[in-house]
Structures are given as structure tokens and as C-alpha cells.
């Protein structure tokens, strides 16, 4: 009888959670291990849109694109996860910008529709001045981050994964070439292979093997009101700021997608997001800030993923991205393939670790 593999995950927000239910769902033994709390960092402080918009290049489009798809799977699959699938009503970038991107990503099967004035204000009935030109995306959606990947690491140790917090990785463990496990306070965890997802923290952890990966880690500041009737049915990004409302009612803004640098103030900033959302919607002077969030985004290289095995050393795995929300199915389940039978999914093959030895090289 062939020997349950063990794999450290190091990182338990939803890429290192998405993982670790997949590769236990597959009968391997995961041991996710994190620094704090379940859950992670940057996960926390995500604005948590699903979604393959935007100006990026046609092979992460589709790597996107089928993740969205594969959100649906761990709807069915995964007790607790529910995405809310209002679509995103978009018109935050120039005319000729935006139709641009609605020619190219109809082009690519993305569901991309005209919508004018009038069709604005009955998506999105509370907007106090609907746009003359707009984007829908009937296919896009949010999910609440903290609550679905708590949910995937409940299913993933409801099958026999092992979680670990506050007992943060010091280093990763070599042995005649081969990671064989990793040293954290609590001492040695043993493994066959280490996953690092570990987000802005994947880099120090990586260094000490020759590996580099550039990353920067933008903040991201979200307000966060108190909870309120119904104002918004899917996702807004307006010019102002990006507006989503949550299942128990509060509605959750930034400055753009990701969020928005808070400054020095970090609260008077928030105050000053949340008096502008209130401007944004009829009946926003009745919404009560409650609070804001403040995270930093993990953001590797050029933008885009980095996820597989480096060639330098054996028994590392890596998954490091911003998109961790919209990436998480397809990750997880590309990652633990790859993992337990070799086998590379065609859609990262632009995103390899060694890309950016390859181009220090050159």
C-alpha cells in the first residue's frame, strides 16, 4: 500500500486553504501552518471580487476566467462557501479605455454588455447618478474571504489535514538538496514536499534556498459600514471607489479594487472614503461607518502569479499572487494535480517561479 504523502503548507489564508482541501480531498495528508490566526493576513483585508476584468494579457484572462468557473464547484463541493453572484456594473476608466476592454474580452467569451443610463439604474436602483455609459458583467460575484476559506480548512481537516496557528515558519529545511520539512517555534515539522503561500512573506522564506522572487505589497484600505437594508445588488466600480454590499448588510468601499494607501492618518483617511460613499448612493446618508481594514497586497513581479516547483532545489512548491480570491479554486486544485502526479496543468504555464531567473540570466 503506496504511503500517504505529507505536505506542509505554509500560509492558511485562501490559496494555502484552497490547497490544503484539495490535496486532502485527493488523499494526501496537508499540514497547513501559520504565523497567526486561521486565516492569514491579506485574505482579511481583501475587497474579495471574483472576476477576469481589467487589461491582462490573454493567458492569465483565461487562467482567471476558468477559476471563476471553478468557484461554482466549491459551492457544491465545500459546506459554507456561498458566492454572491450580483455581477460587477463597471465604468472607472475612460471611454475609449472601456470600450476596449468590452472589444477584447468579448472577443474572449467573457460576457461583457453595453449598458446606458437607464439600464444602469435598474441594475443598480440606489446609484444617486448612474453613469451614461457603463460595462455589466453578469457573471461576476463576491464571496465573503475570511468565512469561505475558514470553510475550506473545516472541510480540508474534516478529512484528515491538520492545522496549526500562531507558530510562524522560521526557516525552510534542506537535506541533500531536498526540502524535508520546515522549522517553526514549535520546532521541526517533517514533510515530503513545502508549499509556500505564505503571501508577502513567501520571498524571505524562499531567499535562503537561491530562489528570488520580487514582490512589492501595496496597502489596501477598506471601510466598512454598519449593517444597512439592501442598497447594492452585485459590485460597483465607479470612479470614486469600488462598493460592494455583504450578506449581513454592510456595504465595503476603497479606492480601487484593492483598496487605497490610508497615509498617515489611517482613520481620518477612512472617514474621508466613507463620507464620499455616501455620496454615491440615494439613501447613503443613512449608512454608519463602522470600521476599516487595512491590509497589504501581495503582488509578485510583473503582477501576475507565481506557482510551481522551482528546478533549483526539489520538494518546494510555490503559490504566491494578489488575485488570491478569484485564483483560489483553480490554484488549489492545479496545485495539488501537480503535486501528488507531476502533471502542470496548461494554464500556468506562464507562471512559473523560474521566469525570473530566466530573466535575471539573460
Given amino acids: 500500500m503506496a504511503r500517504t504523502p505529507k505536505i506542509a503548507i505554509v500560509g492558511s489564508g485562501i490559496v494555502g486553504a484552497s490547497i490544503a482541501w484539495h490535496l486532502s480531498r485527493s488523499g494526501a495528508q496537508p499540514v497547513v501552518i501559520e504565523a497567526g490566526e486561521a486565516g492569514g493576513l491579506a485574505t482579511r483585508s481583501s475587497w474579495a471580487w471574483i472576476n477576469a476584468s481589467w487589461g491582462n494579457p490573454e493567458p492569465y484572462f483565461r487562467l482567471r476566467h476558468r477559476s471563476m468557473a471553478?468557484?461554482?464547484?466549491?459551492?457544491?463541493?465545500?459546506?459554507?462557501?456561498?458566492?454572491?453572484?450580483?455581477?460587477?456594473?463597471?465604468?472607472?476608466?475612460?471611454?475609449?479605455?472601456?470600450?476596449?476592454?468590452?472589444?477584447?474580452?468579448?472577443?474572449w467569451g467573457y460576457g461583457v454588455a453595453r449598458v446606458g443610463a437607464l439600464e444602469a439604474q435598474r441594475i443598480e436602483p440606489q446609484l444617486a447618478s448612474p453613469p451614461e455609459r457603463a460595462l455589466h458583467v453578469a457573471e461576476e460575484g463576491a464571496v465573503e474571504p475570511l468565512a469561505a476559506t475558514l470553510a475550506l480548512l473545516a472541510a480540508a481537516?474534516?478529512?484528515?489535514?491538520?492545522?496549526?496557528?500562531?507558530?510562524?515558519?522560521?526557516?525552510?529545511?534542506?537535506?541533500?538538496?531536498?526540502?524535508?520539512?520546515?522549522?517553526?517555534?514549535?520546532?521541526?515539522?517533517?514533510?515530503?514536499?513545502?508549499?509556500?503561500?505564505?503571501?508577502v512573506a513567501t520571498p524571505e522564506l524562499a531567499a535562503p534556498m537561491g530562489i528570488e522572487i520580487p514582490?512589492?505589497?501595496?496597502?489596501?484600505?477598506?471601510?466598512?459600514?454598519?449593517?444597512?437594508?439592501?442598497?447594492?445588488?452585485?459590485?460597483?466600480?465607479?470612479?470614486?471607489?469600488?462598493?460592494?454590499?455583504?450578506?449581513?448588510?454592510?456595504?465595503?468601499?476603497?479606492?480601487?479594487?484593492?483598496?487605497?494607501?490610508?497615509?498617515?492618518?489611517a482613520l481620518a483617511s477612512a472617514r474621508a472614503v466613507f463620507d464620499q460613499l455616501k455620496n454615491l448612493l440615494r439613501s447613503g446618508e443613512t449608512?454608519?461607518?463602522?470600521?476599516?481594514?487595512?491590509?497589504?497586497?501581495?503582488?509578485?513581479?510583473?503582477?501576475?502569479?507565481?506557482?510551481?516547483?522551482?528546478?533549483?532545489?526539489?520538494?518546494?512548491?510555490?503559490?504566491?499572487?494578489?488575485?488570491?480570491?478569484?485564483l483560489a479554486p483553480a490554484i488549489g486544485s492545479f496545485a495539488a494535480s501537480e503535486i501528488l502526479t507531476g502533471r502542470r496543468d496548461v494554464l500556468l504555464a506562464p507562471f512559473g517561479p523560474d521566469r525570473f531567473a530566466a530573466g535575471k540570466n539573460q
Fill in 287 to 326: 449608512l454608519e461607518f463602522d470600521h476599516f481594514s487595512l491590509g497589504h497586497r501581495p503582488t509578485p513581479g510583473e503582477g501576475f502569479p507565481v506557482v510551481g516547483r522551482p528546478q533549483s532545489i526539489a520538494g518546494l512548491y510555490l503559490a504566491t499572487m494578489h488575485s488570491g480570491i478569484t
Fill in 215 to 265: 514582490m512589492t505589497a501595496p496597502p489596501g484600505l477598506l471601510v466598512v459600514s454598519k449593517p444597512h437594508s439592501r442598497l447594492l445588488n452585485g459590485l460597483v466600480m465607479a470612479p470614486e471607489m469600488h462598493l460592494r454590499q455583504t450578506a449581513d448588510g454592510r456595504v465595503i468601499a476603497g479606492d480601487d479594487f484593492g483598496g487605497s494607501d490610508p497615509g498617515e492618518d
Fill in 70 to 107: 471553478m468557484w461554482h464547484d466549491l459551492e457544491r463541493d465545500v459546506p459554507g462557501i456561498t458566492v454572491a453572484w450580483g455581477g460587477g456594473l463597471i465604468w472607472d476608466m475612460p471611454t475609449d479605455e472601456l470600450d476596449a476592454y468590452a472589444r477584447q474580452h468579448s472577443a
Fill in 157 to 199: 481537516k474534516s478529512r484528515g489535514a491538520e492545522i496549526i496557528t500562531r507558530q510562524p515558519v522560521l526557516n525552510l529545511v534542506e537535506r541533500a538538496g531536498k526540502l524535508v520539512g520546515v522549522e517553526t517555534n514549535g520546532g521541526m515539522i517533517d514533510a515530503d514536499e513545502v508549499v509556500l503561500a505564505a503571501g
